[in-house]
């Protein structure tokens, strides 16, 4: 079964917006990851949180982590016509010493309108 | 460097016949990884493997079969292809366990299965 539930499915936004997308998974977790995949195309990493951490940041991306509530969010600043794709939280669930066992959810698909 | 290069991108098979889907990683990574993407259901993982010679299943492994002969090389066996199999395949690679997994994705095998 899926760990991650993503929202929202479908984002539309003007050339300039902030995206915000959401993720929220079910059981404790090591790290969480996002990740983004152009149409067609394999997924590219785009940032990490662990668990001990609550914010983070890598040039427009902004990352939050709340464990308490089981969820975590993806900020993106100033969008741009290039940000269009599908973005994926991923989740190392906790006690797995398995590289390669991340759990993804759907997806959201984010279309930044020119 | 290649990265993880997966081989065929699109495949046509008949219901029952077999094949095998390549992938190969330059990056001397010890975990691979092979998952499958469906609309509306994300990525899920089907094998993965933590070392050569070392191979465990996912969350879907029926009518899948992985072998890890080389660090390099992961290939993923369809032994008699269902239709319920077309999807678009993704085979992933990472460098370090524990909390530290990034993953670097091949870009996709899409199968079709008649």
């Known amino acids: 079964s899926q760990q991650g539930e993503e929202d929202p499915q479908a984002l539309s936004i003007q050339e300039g917006e902030n995206a915000t997308m959401n993720c929220s998974y079910k059981t404790s977790i090591n790290n969480l990851q996002w990740y983004r995949q152009n149409s067609g195309r394999g997924l590219v990493h785009l940032i990490l949180i662990r668990s001990n951490e609550r914010e983070k940041h890598s040039g427009r991306l902004r990352v939050t982590l709340d464990t308490s509530k089981k969820s975590s969010s993806l900020l993106i600043t100033a969008s741009r016509a290039a940000d269009t794709a599908s973005y994926f939280c991923a989740t190392h669930p906790h006690g797995s010493s398995n590289t390669g066992k991340l759990i993804f959810g759907q997806g959201t698909t984010l279309q930044v309108k020119p | 460097n290649a990265g993880v290069t997966q081989t065929p991108k699109f495949q046509v098979l008949k219901t029952g016949q077999s094949m095998t889907l390549q992938c190969a990683q330059d990056?001397?990574?010890?975990?691979m990884s092979w998952y499958r993407q469906d609309p509306g259901m994300g990525l899920r993982l089907i094998h993965y493997s933590v070392g050569a010679g070392i191979t465990d299943q996912g969350e879907v492994p029926n009518g899948y079969n992985v072998s890890r002969s080389t660090t390099e090389d992961f290939p993923l066996r369809l032994l008699s292809a269902a239709p319920s199999q077309t999807s678009v395949y993704f085979c992933a690679s990472s460098s370090v366990g524990g909390t530290n997994e990034k993953l670097f994705f091949g870009s996709g095998t899409q199968l079709s299965v008649l």
């Open positions: 990056m001397n990574h010890e975990y």
